[in-house]
């Protein structure tokens, strides 16, 4: 019972089906939030401080 758990511990992660997945996401998630979430979140900050018609004016 123990050589059995003393195996699992040193088994080696199986590669991954799509190598270079998680690099990739995270260059995505990078310019996804560059290019689209910061601009729209200063586009909401600032229309947060308009009244209605200034931000229809928008």
Do not use: C, D, Y
Request: proline share 5%; net charge positive.
């Amino acid at each position: 019972m123990r050589e059995h758990g003393h195996n699992r511990r040193w088994r080696f992660r199986q590669p991954s089906v799509l190598p270079g997945f998680g690099l990739a996401l995270g260059v995505t998630l990078f310019w996804l939030v560059l290019i689209i979430l910061i601009p729209l979140s200063g586009l909401i900050w600032r229309s947060s401080s308009l009244g209605w018609s200034q931000f229809m004016t928008l």
